[in-house]
């Protein structure tokens, strides 16, 4: 596979613009990524937006158009956060110790009935299932974006100080 950027690199070097009209030629590359919001950056947040995707709902069928929208899952996952937050639930151990008062919680707040459901599997999940606590502990709390974009910066700044020497050594065409 070719590294995004060296494609980026070959489709201005190859021409694939010349018979566009000079003012279109510029060509500019946009990196996006994914983010999770805020919330979900720790722990307890984690664990509750995986929770309401469906994480510990186990292998079943999936039919898109009875999924709950997804704003409504991040606004789920988000309160979720913020009421055990304010129990001062704020590990999953918390949640673990107090699934019973969690689980009464979760069934009092204002969530579409699938996203409740999902909650409940969950903290049942990690109450019942040391396998399953663990897993919920090794959650992801970022996106494999922002991992790989950390990645990339680590890369670019070793090799700082070799492409600085090339650079200190070239020959500038422009002088020519």
Known sequence: AIPRMARCGRSVRTNSHAEL???EREVRFKMLR???PNFATVEVGAFALWALCGFWGGPKKVTYNSEPEPSSVEEGAQALAEAFESEGWGSLEDLRQSSRAAKELVEEMDLEPKLKKR???ALTAIRDS???FDKAQSLECDTIDERRLNE???EAARQAPAVAKVRYHAIDAGMC
Do not use: I, S, T, V
């Open 119 to 121: 909650m409940l599997a």
């Open 130 to 132: 040391p396998a399953d």
């Open 152 to 154: 990339l910066q680590r």
């Open 34 to 36: 994914a983010e999770l």
């Open 21 to 23: 009209g000079e003012a």
